[in-house]
């Protein structure tokens, strides 16, 4: 679940989250989202899933990552997989699992899952939840033109850098 309850069915771990750094987070457990990118003929990322946050979320109106609240005892990539394909309606089995990026306040973590298409695979993207107004593929080249979650829009250039391949 994206953050902004009144619209939302409470799941065991959703609850802010008053943080050391003086804000307010979203996920007692810490939160997970799912950056998932296909790839051009040259292996290249060419395109990620953006989700175009409901206006009645948290900084609602902003485009980040599918992604939300952990559940207790559920590890990141669970949480985001499963987020991703409430949210958006990304088939876990359609996706490989790449890394891991960790954003850490201390009392609370989110964790951005890296991921890409298994080869051969198509994805429809589409939203299947209440919390997104749209939910696309957008060009690598095209995100920084979204108006961005600000965390997001700050990891994003280290989250490209990894997705590339070495
Ligand atoms: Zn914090």
Same mark, same amino acid.
């Given at each position: 679940?994206?953050?902004g309850?009144?619209?939302?069915?409470?799941?065991p771990?959703?609850?802010?989250?008053?943080?050391?750094?003086?804000?307010? =987070?979203?996920?007692? $457990?810490?939160? +997970?989202g799912?950056?998932?990118?296909?790839r051009?003929a040259?292996?290249?990322?060419?395109?990620?899933?953006?989700? =175009?946050? +409901?206006?009645?979320?948290?900084?609602?109106?902003t485009?980040?990552?599918?992604?939300?609240?952990l559940?207790?005892?559920?590890?990141?990539?669970?949480?985001?997989?499963?987020e991703? =394909? !409430?949210?958006?309606?990304?088939?876990?089995?359609?996706v490989?699992?790449?890394?891991e990026?960790?954003l850490?306040?201390?009392?609370?973590r989110?964790?951005?899952?890296?991921?890409?298409?298994?080869?051969?695979?198509?994805?429809?993207v589409?939203?299947?939840?209440?919390?997104?107004?749209?939910?696309?593929?957008?060009?690598?080249? !095209?995100?920084?033109?979204?108006?961005?979650?600000?965390? $997001?829009?700050?990891?994003?250039?280290?989250?490209?850098?990894?997705?590339s391949?070495?």
């Open positions: 679940m994206t953050a309850e009144p619209h939302s069915i409470r799941h771990g959703d609850g802010w989250v008053d943080c050391a750094c003086g804000s307010r =987070h979203w996920g007692q $457990f810490g939160a +997970a799912l950056l998932l990118a296909r051009d040259t292996g290249a990322p060419s395109h990620v899933v953006l989700q =175009h946050r +409901a206006l009645w979320s948290h900084l609602g109106g485009w980040g990552v599918p992604g939300g609240a559940a207790p005892g559920e590890t990141p990539v669970d949480g985001a997989l499963r991703a =394909h !409430e949210e958006a309606g990304i088939p876990p089995g359609a490989r699992i790449l890394g990026h960790v850490d306040h201390g009392p609370w989110y964790t951005t899952i890296l991921a890409d298409v298994l080869p051969g695979t198509a994805i429809d589409r939203p299947t939840d209440p919390e997104s107004l749209e939910i696309a593929w957008v060009s690598v080249d !095209e995100v920084t033109d979204r108006t961005l979650l600000p965390a $997001f829009a700050q990891a994003w250039p280290q989250l490209l850098e990894r997705l391949p070495v």
